[in-house]
């Protein structure tokens, strides 16, 4: 199914301003011909009004006139009004005859209708969210018809949309329970495909949301990991759901745009919304993650202290402040790693005696 663009239907003022002449006409035809202005007549003697006998056309004045005034308005059905971004899916007896796009004011075949299966579908995205409230309170200021109304539920929308799923609960490759959400921009660029070639297309935008999003977070890890590929090369990487959230996102939307591409829809993006593990693992992880970081910092924490000492001995071999023997200096060593890695301040100890 191909999109077939209806450009030369922009004539919906001059159907409207027609059917309106025709109509006052019709109506002016129609009293003049009841009140005997076509009719051949004459006043007798007696100043009667009385027919000759000849033909009259009366007849042939007021049939037209009431066909056309009870059922002119059946040209009206088939003005259609369009704004930017917008675009209406037109079938005429069940084939489909093309799709009106760009903002004005058409006419088409008042038999055709418009489809829009996805039309009364809400889901948890931008300009696709109605309460139902603010409809009924513009129907009643503005006095739409109920046939307006449901014309304008047939219209797809062509602006970009960002469909915010809910989030999911996925295993990573190291089989830790992560929760994760996504918000995916996408429009759509083929009305027929989107209208005839799946169902709803709404729906099945959202179920492919979800399926690429678990078949990609179970490649990566939450955290960098050893001997983990996520590339797919066979050699081991640092990609990961947190470290690696550009790739993710970006293999995310690729992923959902080989899926959708049948339903005439474009994947603008994908971006990671939210990121956690699960609250059954939560806390266990946290306290993985505390213990790194103590173990890094304390690292850190000791090779600074091994080179200040290292510093503190070489100066005072250099100045010949003191000299030190083995035994000493491997007192003095314990002494200032203690103080450099320890938690709590030093309570330093005054030796006021000789030193040996």
Known sequence: MSEKILTTRKNGMAVLLLVIALYVAASVLLIAAVSGAFSPRYRDVYGVIVTDGRFDPTGFVVVPCLLWLCLGWVLLCGLKVLKPQEALVLTLFGKYTGTLKGEGFYWVNPFSSAVNPAAKTKLNQSGDVDDGKAGSLTSALTGLSAQA????????????MTLNNSRQKVNDCLGNPVEIGIAVMWRVTDTAKAVFNVDNYKEYLSLQCDSALRNIVRIYPYDVAQNVDTTGDGVADEGSLRGSSEVVARRIRDEIQSKVAEAGL???????TYLAYAPEIAAVMLQRQQASAIIDARKMIVDGAVGMVEMALDRLKENNVVELDEERKAAMVSNLLVVLCGNQNAQPVVNSGSLY
């Open 149 to 160: 109304a449901e014309q304008a539920s047939k219209k797809v929308s062509l602006k970009i």
């Open 266 to 272: 474009e994947i603008i993006e994908a971006r990671i």
